[in-house]
């Protein structure tokens, strides 16, 4: 399936609160992600946000699949504690379809980091392969306290990117994450979780 649309602008804000009464879990959850890519070639990638199971609290998921040239930046918290259920999510993109073929030839280069806290309940992992060309500049911060995740990376190749948030074994995933971007990407992600404040995020 690819991307039928010459110019897409979406522009998407979804805010709600609402009153959690049987709740017990005081300790706060949230994540916080400001990203921005700019992809030429092709990408699928998905995320799902929510704040309680089954049929209760607030679910939103979005995802994007095609070839093309795709420019695309996503601001979203999703915050859940035993008061109070928010999801937050804004996404601007432009994407314009081009076909892409993958090159015959491809390099047996690779680089793959996976970075996991236990006490948060949060992980992230990024894998590059059929590397020609990479730059990329990793930052992660961790405590018992909060995550923090700053990529900044630019590949000729392949570049599949995962992150998973989940408080503990008694509550669903408020936060999930993956793509699989082909081709040229410039990829810029932000990503905070954990009990502290949201504004943490350090400034790019």
């Known amino acids: 399936m690819r991307l039928a649309l010459a110019f897409l602008f979406i522009?998407?804000?979804l805010f709600n609160a609402v009153t959690v009464s049987f709740a017990t879990?005081?300790?706060a959850?949230?994540?916080t992600e400001r990203s921005r890519i700019f992809l030429n070639g092709y990408m699928?990638?998905?995320r799902i946000y929510q704040t309680q199971k089954g049929f209760h609290g607030l679910k939103l998921v979005t995802g994007t699949m095609g070839s093309g040239i795709a420019s695309r930046t996503i601001d979203s918290q999703v915050y859940s504690d035993s008061n109070m259920d928010e999801t937050s999510f804004t996404m601007s993109?432009?994407?314009d379809y081009r076909p892409y073929?993958?090159?015959l030839t491809q390099s047996d280069l690779r680089n793959v980091l996976c970075a996991k806290n236990y006490d948060v309940g949060s992980v992230y992992s990024e894998r590059y392969t059929d590397i020609k060309?990479?730059?990329k500049d990793t930052n992660i911060y961790q405590n018992k306290e909060v995550s923090i995740y700053n990529i900044d990376s630019e590949i000729q190749g392949t570049a599949r990117i995962g992150s998973k948030v989940q408080k503990n074994v008694d509550t669903v995933p408020s936060y999930m994450m993956q793509g699989t971007y082909i081709g040229y990407a410039d990829i810029n992600l932000e990503l905070q979780a954990g009990n502290t404040s949201i504004m943490n995020l350090p400034c790019p």
């Open 93 to 95: 993109a432009e994407y």
């Open 133 to 135: 060309d990479l730059i």
């Open 101 to 103: 073929t993958s090159p």
């Open 25 to 27: 879990d005081t300790i």
């Open 11 to 13: 522009s998407m804000c």
């Open 29 to 31: 959850q949230n994540a």
């Open 44 to 46: 699928d990638d998905s």
